[in-house]
């Protein structure tokens, strides 16, 4: 019996054009928890999707609990006790929890030659594993009423009632709350108790420190380290993950502010958000805190034209203006970077130049035809795509292909070419490994001070303290403080975001 | 090495299929690669191909038509009616364009309906386009009362039988659709929005695109296209007919589908378009000089429809 659950040693794997996975080597003991960190295409997926059978290595092994592992289809991987909660949960919505569960195996009830579903046993059985973990959940439940956080839980409790030994965790707090992920917390440590061995993947360094026995650290596909964390600071991990050393997260400039660009006076929308109320300056930056639920994204969406406006005005440079859609709000000057990136941002099986100029079609447009102007639609998808730094191996690639940060990148790109006055950034550093997020600060201040006026929507406090000129806080739909930079502490704002 | 061979082969599969067809049939059977077999070959198939060129565009938008063979009817008898020799008239002898136009303008008002309504009312689109679908053909049966409009004027008929050298009026109306549809969707505006929907309506939405207005646009011009053919059928047959169009929207679905134009959207291009719709053609008209019976001819198309899109899939696997 090997003294780790699995040993993953000098795992290579090639797609055309990207080494994406080469020569990496990963130990892990069962009991504890092993980070595996990386920039965005450092290849940390690929390896997760090498174990879990979705991809076949070109070369390497794999052993779990000393054995060589086949997984000849994806899902041998779960019979075998190894299971993935993927950062985006996708349960079957319709259905209850239990039958989210048990799906495929559910227990059987015979009737001579007929079998049928033993609801009662499903139920029991889930109770049991629920009250073993100490989850607050109701087997019946429909899986599309829980929040993402009681998801991860259903999600854990099927692995543990697969009997999983390795479980793989990807950014499992990006969308929780600090009490949700206390709580996943206490579920992984009680996990590591009983022997299990877990992949912890996350950007968020201090998480890393909180739960993580272990750390390996990935940088372009190739192995750069194992270290105990213990022994480890958060210096000597970001410098294994970028291989250079980073200055400042949080370049903001001081730059002298401008004239009041916008102006949102007693700004309401049903159900979402009431009676908001700020002043944006040319070359600010105004962060907007909260937790979820604040209504953050809905007021950035109103603003924007995606929302209705129930009650309030919005004035840009002094003068009352309407946005009924995404249309009118770039014909004011905004610009719009959602936090959903999948969803809302990229257009995946689009190209990374379609997906640059598609904000910016009509100015490509040519007379007398009407036709596009593919020229300049080449010059601006080069030219703004480096001055970002996009990693891509053609323009012609489809965006799906990139990493995270470079997908970003790209639609950061797409919104500069709108040559925007007013920029709305939702999140704009979500799942991004540190050495982009330097980068996409960088950008930040920089169009700051070119005179761009920023509204910055973080659920990073360092960030948001970090970046922001002011700080917009919120709290269930209702602004509670505009707070100064200088003002401005991780505590005070955490006191108005829960308004207590 | 291998693997450059591999991807040339991947990417350009569709016409080596096509072109492999074409030597099969030209060495099983006498009379294919003939230029009068040639040309009824596009004879018969460029109606046809002038209604997947819109379908594409649609599915492409992430939605699919199926009005297509049913507004082919209501066109063919529209246009008929108004193109009868005026002993048998209703109409007197308007000219000729008044017969093409108010054709024409049966596919814009359809078209119209089926974007609106996918657009605004958010029904999905296979029921919007089933409802236009039956709805058309039954306005088609009531304009006629079921019988054919026939006895229709010469100057009418020329506009789908006249002859361009050896090359039929009607391969020239396809191959200029093509061409249209082609700059429609690489050249212009209007056409990479339409990718851009069909990839991700709501990052569309976001980036400020009127994904409503475009939708409408979209299946205005596939019924358009559809309205357009059934003219042409009504030319080139001597005759209107509420029969007309029968099950040419799934003719149409399959050609562009093993043209790899995706159902999930934003993907296709209109060079597959063409070689779906060659590739049908080729193996319709192959198989009937084959002798096979027509029984056996829906069952291999049948079978190419489906191996197409499996084949295709397979392609963007990554392993």
């Given at each position: ?14 797609f055309p054009g990207v080494q994406a996975l080469d020569g990496v080597s990963l130990r ?473 | ?185 690489n050249h212009t505006a209007f056409g990479k929005n339409i990718y851009a929907i069909g ?121």
């Open positions: 019996m090997s003294d780790y659950t699995l040993e993953v040693e000098n795992l290579s794997k090639a892990v003991r069962p009991g504890h928890v092993h980070a595996v960190m990386g920039e965005n295409g450092a290849g940390k997926s690929t390896l997760m999707k090498c174990l879990l059978g979705l991809y076949r290595p070109d070369s390497g092994r794999i052993l779990f609990k000393g054995e060589e592992l086949r997984i000849p289809h994806p899902s041998v991987a779960l019979a075998k006790g190894i299971a993935m909660i993927h950062q985006e949960l996708n349960p079957v919505a319709e259905r209850p929890v239990m039958e989210n569960i048990w799906l495929g195996r559910f227990p059987r009830r015979r009737f001579g030659p007929l079998s049928f579903v033993d609801a009662e046993a499903m139920h029991v059985r889930t109770r049991a594993i629920f009250e073993d973990l100490e989850l607050n959940l109701d087997p019946r439940e429909r899986a599309g009423n829980l929040t993402v956080a009681k998801m991860q839980m259903m999600e854990i409790a099927k692995a543990v009632s697969y009997n999983s030994e390795l479980l793989i965790m990807d950014e499992p707090t990006s969308s929780l709350t600090e009490t949700e992920i206390a709580q996943l917390f206490k579920i992984i440590r009680r996990l590591r108790s009983q022997g299990v061995a877990i992949i912890y993947i996350s950007h968020k360094m201090e998480e890393i420190f909180r739960i993580c026995d272990e750390v390996t650290v990935l940088r372009d596909g190739k192995f750069v380290g194992e270290r105990d964390v213990a022994s480890l600071t958060i210096e000597e991990l970001i410098r294994m993950m970028v291989g250079r050393e980073l200055t400042s997260l949080f370049p903001k400039q001081d730059v002298p502010l401008g004239d009041v660009r916008l102006r949102v006076e007693g700004l309401s929308s049903p159900g979402a958000f009431e009676n908001v109320t700020f002043d944006l300056r040319r070359g600010e930056i105004l962060g907007f805190a909260g937790l979820v639920g604040a209504g953050r994204t809905e007021l950035m969406e109103t603003l924007f034209g995606l929302r209705p406006i129930s009650s309030g005005r919005v004035l840009i440079d002094g003068g009352e203006i309407r946005i009924r859609s995404p249309r009118d709000a770039k014909r004011a000057g905004l610009a719009f970077l959602t936090e959903d990136r999948r969803s809302t941002g990229i257009i995946g099986v689009g190209s990374v130049t379609d997906n640059t100029i598609i904000a910016n079609l009509l100015s490509y447009v040519k007379k007398p035809l009407r036709l596009l102007d593919f020229a300049r639609i080449r010059t601006d998808t080069r030219e703004y795509n480096e001055r970002l730094r996009t990693r891509t191996p053609s323009y012609e690639t489809r965006i799906q292909n990139l990493s995270g940060g470079n997908q970003q990148k790209v639609l950061v790109a797409r919104w500069l070419l709108t040559r925007p006055d007013i920029l709305i950034l939702d999140e704009p550093t979500r799942g991004i490994d540190v050495g982009a997020k330097a980068e996409i600060h960088a950008i930040i201040s920089e169009l700051a001070a070119e005179g761009n006026s920023i509204l910055l929507v973080s659920s990073e406090l360092p960030e948001i303290l970090g970046m922001s000129d002011r700080i917009v806080v919120m709290h269930e739909g209702r602004q509670t403080a505009i707070l100064e930079r200088k003002d401005a502490s991780q505590e005070l704002v955490m006191k108005y975001a829960t308004a207590v | 090495m291998k693997n450059r061979l591999v991807q040339i082969l991947n990417k350009y599969s569709l016409y080596l299929v096509l072109v492999l067809l074409v030597l099969f049939f030209s060495i099983a059977t006498e009379g294919f690669f003939t230029v009068p077999n040639a040309m009824s070959m596009l004879t018969s198939w460029s109606i046809k191909g002038l209604i997947a060129l819109g379908v594409g565009m649609v599915i492409i938008s992430r939605g699919i038509d199926l009005s297509s063979g049913s507004v082919v009817a209501l066109a063919s008898v529209v246009a008929a009616s108004f193109a009868q020799n005026p002993e048998v008239s209703k109409f007197g002898m308007p000219p000729v364009f008044v017969a093409v136009v108010l054709a024409s303008l049966v596919g814009v008002v359809i078209g119209a309906c089926n974007g609106a309504f996918v657009a605004y009312t958010k029904i999905p689109p296979f029921i919007a386009t089933l409802g236009a679908m039956t709805v058309a053909r039954g306005l088609a049966l009531m304009y006629t009362k079921g019988f054919p409009v026939s006895q229709l004027r010469e100057d009418f008929m020329i506009l789908g039988r006249a002859m361009v050298g050896p090359v039929p009026l009607l391969a020239i109306y396809f191959l200029v659709a093509a061409g249209a549809v082609w700059v429609i969707l990839g991700n309506e709501n990052a569309a939405r976001v980036s400020g695109v009127s994904v409503e207005l475009n939708l409408v646009a979209v299946y205005t011009i596939a019924a358009f296209l559809a309205a357009f053919g059934g003219m042409l059928m009504a030319a080139r047959t001597a005759a209107g007919n509420a029969t007309y169009g029968n099950m040419y929207e799934l003719d149409a679905i399959a050609a562009v589908t093993v043209g790899g134009i995706s159902h999930s959207g934003g993907l296709g291009t209109v060079s597959g378009m063409v070689a779906g719709i060659m590739i049908l053609a080729v193996v319709e008209n192959g198989l009937i000089l084959l002798g096979v019976s027509p029984y056996l001819q829906q069952v291999v198309k049948g079978c190419i429809i489906v191996g197409a899109v499996i084949y295709d899939m397979s392609k963007h696997k990554r392993r």
